[in-house]
């Protein structure tokens, strides 16, 4: 019993370290909106020829220039909902969001989360 309650609590510590993957393309990022645990991390990818930055609008979070071919990582350490843009081409629509949870999160709720945030 020991052997099986400690097997469980490894393989959750280990699922809250994930990392969540986020390119960025020309225009925009996919995918757009992602829900992770309280611990992961996000990794923006700059699979374009333009500079990119992942932006938060708050403040939490500034990538400076992400270059094409490379990335820029954040973990989330506080739960919530993050919205973020790329400073150069927010006006084409390069923007996107986090939801951090304590907990797994249905992401097929997440639209309804999502407009309750806003």
Not at 19 to 45: E, Y
Not at 53 to 65: F, P
Request: proline letters at 3%.
């Amino acid at each position: 019993m020991k052997t099986f309650v400690l097997t469980i609590l490894v393989v959750m510590a280990a699922a809250a370290l994930a990392r969540t993957d986020v390119t960025m393309l020309a225009s925009s990022f996919s995918p757009k909106d992602v829900v992770i645990l309280k611990g992961d991390t996000v990794r923006w990818t700059n699979t374009s020829a333009r500079v990119h930055t992942s932006t938060a609008y708050n403040g939490m979070w500034n990538s400076g220039d992400v270059q094409p071919g490379a990335y820029y990582e954040f973990t989330f350490t506080q739960t919530g909902y993050f919205t973020y843009r790329c400073l150069y081409h927010v006006a084409m629509g390069m923007v996107g969001s986090v939801r951090v949870s304590e907990t797994a999160v249905d992401p097929a709720s997440f639209g309804r989360v999502k407009a309750i945030y806003r």
